[in-house]
T-cell receptor, first 114, second 113 residues
Framework: EPEVTQTPSHQVTQMGQEVILRCVPISNHLYFYWYRQILGQKVEFLVSFYNNEISEKSEIFDDQFSVERPDGSNFTLKIRSTKLEDSAMYFC????????????FGPGTRLTVT | DAKTTQPPSMDCAEGRAANLPCNHSTISGNEYVYWYRQIHSQGPQYIIHGLKNNETNEMASLIITEDRKSSTLILPHATLRDTAVYYCIVRPERRGGAQKLVFGQGTRLTINP
């Protein structure tokens, strides 16, 4: 069964550093999302991406965050200058054609900012 | 988007049916009911969705009341691997573009041996 993959599985970085989280979507999927989950809290939507542009973003997704699909396959989330409060699990999700198709989540990247 | 209410936790014996309720009394006509689950700290996993008819797949059944104000997810023969947090999510039909999922706190289901 096809699956979403994410790298790295765990990233430790110092405050103020830039990090890039990578996601390989399921082949032929057209909708891409990033969510995050701070330890012990709810899964929160960050951003959705379709047709090479952001469709929607939450208030969490400020100027420190950016997304892109640099090579038509990988989908990346960049945090320009990490803060302690960015420590969380970051999940990529992708969905196929159609606006109701279920989202398939990757295993997540645990980001720890020290 | 309509709000959902779920019990914070439930227990079920292994091999029995697990029935997880969800209240979505403010659901509107074009909103679908989705169920996802999250095992430990893994990525959420899609289970099933429906609009007004009952649905069944290889994982579960979804029963939606006639007035659509509540639904029940049924795991017919729960196993220890079904221990997870289960999320009921109401999601509008919006044509064009991506549609986010809004997660609540969910129900922590524990399957006991």
């Amino acid at each position: 069964e096809p699956e979403v993959t994410q790298t790295p599985s765990h990233q430790v970085t110092q405050m103020g550093q830039e990090v890039i989280l990578r996601c390989v979507p399921i082949s032929n999927h057209l909708y891409f999302y990033w969510y995050r989950q701070i330890l012990g809290q709810k899964v929160e939507f960050l951003v959705s991406f379709y047709n090479n542009e952001i469709s929607e973003k939450s208030e969490i997704f400020d100027d420190q965050f950016s997304v892109e699909r640099p090579d038509g396959s990988n989908f990346t989330l960049k945090i320009r200058s990490t803060k302690l409060e960015d420590s969380a699990m970051y999940f990529c999700a992708t969905a196929g054609t159609g606006f109701l198709y279920e989202q398939y989540f990757g295993p997540g990247t645990r980001l720890t900012v020290t | 988007d309509a709000k959902t209410t779920q019990p914070p936790s439930m227990d079920c014996a292994e091999g029995r049916a697990a029935n997880l309720p969800c209240n979505h009394s403010t659901i509107s006509g074009n909103e679908y009911v989705y169920w996802y689950r999250q095992i430990h700290s893994q990525g959420p996993q899609y289970i099933i969705h429906g609009l007004k008819n009952n649905e069944t797949n290889e994982m579960a059944s979804l029963i939606i009341t006639e007035d659509r104000k509540s639904s029940t997810l049924i795991l017919p023969h729960a196993t220890l691997r079904d221990t997870a947090v289960y999320y009921c999510i109401v999601r509008p039909e919006r044509r064009g573009g991506a549609q986010k999922l809004v997660f609540g706190q969910g129900t922590r289901l524990t399957i006991n041996p």
